[in-house]
């Protein structure tokens, strides 16, 4: 899968300047022109309950060299942005200097429903400025994004010229509010971290776990990702070549110690315990039966929305069938999970492998956690 043609949104990032201060609020639309490829990378995700990185060498194939992940103190990130800035750059210092992470060449990946893509295709412009006009023009129409609130990025996919001689592009388009990037920009910035890029996650999922090579024969079908989050789950559809379609489900495994907790009136902390051993797996020995259906009850609320949003999505003009639904997260670790999410939603669910697009060793490989690290991997992959 040629994810070079992905947008990397490098321009949301306000710019430095001597003294401090930030660039002016007016949107970008640059198309990802003179963005630097970076040979190493550290892919960074910021979530509710954690904070996971990954360093990452692009040299020919993606070589994985280092992983980490520390817990983060709850109420300073929450559903996808921060809530208290001083404490997750101080979060960020001691992640960065305990696991020895180099501070420049990092990428942050940001996935919230309040960043928006869409595909688009823009047809008889052949200059470059009236294109950019053209796409701007676009977004007011499409992305329910006040522009004097939001940065813009784009990059287009494909040009080709119709049979009757009309100038044809295929344009991918991102934005997103600029405050809550503002606040991750500012609390990078008091940890001495330098951002080199602002990614969306949905794009990272589907570097990290997207076939390298494609799929041969038959017919074309579209890759889906599926990454369960702490608080969030983030569901992303490509073509193969760009994200198609994307939308973050306001479910995450924190659902499960809260539907636990509730039926057997015990305490979130316990609840968590108590999931650790939890198995959905056919076969297991289950100790606690209403344990096990609380989760299960839960679980088909995320499938309906999941449903939803695929079938929303295969309604779309030139969309894909659905394969396969590739899964990752932390949650993904409960035995027989991705079977019954399978059995609740009706179409093959399959555990994806983090690893899809780098070369791993030392040890890194080996992890039980890597579901936690995907998107991380990805945000750390240049393709």
Known sequence: MDMKKEIKLSDLLPKRKPGGGSRSS??????????????????????????????????GVPKLVKVAREPLEPGVVVAGEVRDIPALGRALDEFFRKNDLPRKNVRLGIGTNRVGVRVLNVEGIDDDTQLANAVTFRAHETLAIPMDQAVMDYHVVRSEETDDGVKSHRVILAAAYREPIDHFYAAFDAAGIELQAVDVEAFALLRAVAPRDGRDGGEQTAV???SLGHDRTTLAISDGTVCDFTRVLEWGGSRLDAAIARELGVTIEEAAEIKESLSLAEDADVANTRAQNAVKSELANLARELVASLQFYQAQPESLALAEILVTGGTTRMPGLVDELERLIRARVRLADPLTAV??????????????????IGLGVER
């Open 359 to 376: 070369s791993a060793g030392g040890g890194v490989d080996s992890r039980d956690d890597l579901g936690s690290l995907t998107v991380a």
């Open 224 to 226: 889906v990702a599926l």
């Open 26 to 59: 007016a949107p970008v639309a640059n198309g990802g022109r003179g963005r630097t490829r970076m040979k190493e990378v550290v892919g960074v995700k910021v979530g509710s309950s954690q904070l996971a990185a990954a360093e990452v060498v692009n040299d």
